[in-house]
T-cell receptor, first 117, second 115 residues
């Protein structure tokens, strides 16, 4: 159990285009999902917290108008990188915490490697 | 979240026990110790967590010192597939004041299993 699916696993796009990444909890409901970013040889950095039915909370330094987050259901959150540029190339990873389980365990997707040309 | 300190890298022979230490001297009374690992180019994977008693599951054992200022993750019979970066994270559980917050990842320990 506790599987998180992330799609696509890899995307290459031209500068200026938008890219949407989906994160789904397959066998549990998740009121809260998280989005992380990881640059080469660095650790994961939290970008934003996505709450079902409400606006996402962004970490300091993360542009909310550039990284649009939608959490329309208890099993799906999406991250859209708008007007992507080469500096947005990174490994994007989502995670989800099962609702009503007081353990604070996060289950992660496999990640999306974004390359902006 | 309390700060943690881990060695940057460790080697272990295949088939032997891998013991990964973590110091968390500023841990609060309601904070748990969580361990995750990240295999190269994959998302992190939850391993185990504990409060003060030793814990064991199908993946690993967690030994927490009596004063809770340090802990050790034990992989009893390491295989090549256990090569990964291991993260020790200290935080409160949900609904205990900690909330559903994102994780703060340090640099972790890069464990390399040698054949």
């Amino acid at each position: 159990g506790a599987v998180v699916s992330q799609h696509p696993s890899r995307v290459i796009c031209k500068s200026g285009t938008s890219v949407k990444i989906e994160c789904r909890s397959l066998d549990f409901q998740a009121t809260t999902m998280f989005w992380y970013r990881q640059f080469p040889k660095q650790s994961l950095m939290l970008m934003a917290t996505s709450n079902e039915g409400s606006k996402a909370t962004y970490e300091q330094g993360v542009e909310k108008d550039k990284f649009l987050i939608n959490h329309a259901s208890l099993t799906l959150s999406t991250l859209t990188v708008t007007s992507a540029h080469p500096e947005d190339s990174s490994f994007y990873i989502c995670s989800a915490t099962p609702t009503f389980i007081a353990k604070n365990i996060q289950y992660f997707g496999a990640g999306t490697r974004l390359s902006v040309l | 979240d309390a700060k943690t300190t881990q060695p940057p890298s460790m080697d272990c022979a295949e088939g032997r026990a891998a013991n990964l230490p973590c110091n968390h001297s500023t841990i609060s009374g309601n904070e748990y110790v969580y361990w995750y690992r990240q295999i190269h180019s994959q998302g992190p994977q939850y391993i185990i967590h504990g409060l003060k008693n030793n814990e064991t599951n199908e993946m690993a054992s967690l030994i927490i010192t009596e004063d809770r200022k340090s802990s050790t993750l034990i992989l009893p019979h390491a295989t090549l597939r256990d090569t990964a970066v291991y993260y020790c994270i200290v935080r409160a559980p949900m609904y205990s004041g900690g909330g559903a917050d994102g994780l703060t990842f340090g640099k972790g320990t890069h464990l390399i299993i040698q054949p």
